[in-house]
């Protein structure tokens, strides 16, 4: 079975879908939906030159939306000195974890007045912590450069309303093994690989796979290497669990049937968008 990612040029990918009735699925359902706009991203090392200014005023609005649920916090006076990025680092890895915890209280008391606004805030805050750590120049691990390329994020309109349930042969799936199209990844916490860079407590329940769902969401990814990270010494040294398919593999959803140059590929993610998917 075959899924056709018609772009905006009007150029045409064609991606055989792995052999699993799952994807077949999963991929009919997603050509039934409208789409998102096509988001251009990456798992990247940070930045060489500090961005002052823009962390200064992403920080603030992070600050306003802390004061709504924090009374009294005051994350600015807590920081000595902002070009101590291994500081700003920890504390945005708390907010995170704080962000997490506040959600899961929310969804054990789901029926309460004003439920879908506060997870919505916590999201918000929880982006906003993704955004200000790509600013940090310090206070991460490297990550192989093979691994840094950019990729597509697609999903669907409201992803969360149509997401699959996950079972167990959605897990015998997973692998480590090279797609150029994988199922994205969907959690509020990070994955193991993010964990890692970020020097992040793994430890905690809503790190590593975390996966309850199965979105219709998917990372066009023909560029990176991550064999190269999952098989790195001090990547598996570090790993808090035996390495496994499930714990750092992921669910590959197939391969470009005309692969392209590296230099088509990456001149076609940086310029180019998804318009529609049928198959």
């Known amino acids: ?73 005051d994350y600015w006076s807590k920081i000595q000195d902002f070009d101590d990025h291994d500081y700003l680092q920890q504390m945005l890895n708390d907010l995170h974890h704080w962000c997490v915890e506040e959600v899961n209280l929310e969804h054990k008391r789901w029926a309460a007045p004003g439920h879908a606004e506060r ?7 929880n982006s906003l912590c993704h955004q200000l750590e790509t600013l940090l120049t310090h206070g991460t691990r490297q990550i192989p450069n093979s691994c840094r390329n950019m990729y597509w994020d697609q999903q669907v309109v409201n ?10 042969d959605w897990w015998k799936l997973t692998t480590q093994d090279k797609y150029d199209v994988y199922v994205a990844k969907r959690i509020l916490g ?14 905690r329940a809503e790190m590593g796979p975390n996966r309850k769902a199965v979105p219709l969401a998917f990372e066009f990814d023909p560029l990176n290497q991550w064999q190269d990270f999952y098989n790195n010494a001090d990547f598996l040294e570090w790993l808090p669990v035996e390495p496994s398919n499930e714990n750092i593999g992921r669910i590959p959803i197939g391969n470009l049937k005309y692969p392209m140059t590296k230099q088509m590929t990456r001149d076609m993610i940086s310029q180019d968008s998804i318009r529609e998917i049928t198959v």
């Open 159 to 168: 992803q969360t309303q149509h997401a699959l349930q996950i079972n167990e």
């Open 190 to 203: 990070k994955d193991y690989r993010e964990c890692y860079r970020d020097n992040d407590d793994a430890t």
């Open 1 to 73: 079975m075959e899924m056709k990612l018609l772009l905006n040029s009007g150029a045409e990918l064609v991606i055989e879908l792995v052999d699993s009735p799952l994807v077949h699925d999963w991929a009919e359902r997603l050509c039934e939906l409208p789409l998102d706009e096509t988001e251009m991203s990456g798992f990247d090392n940070r930045k060489i030159e500090w961005d002052f200014d823009k962390f200064k005023s992403l920080f603030h609005i992070l600050h306003n939306k802390l004061s709504v649920y924090q009374a009294g916090a």
């Open 119 to 125: 997870v919505k805030d916590f999201g918000e805050m």
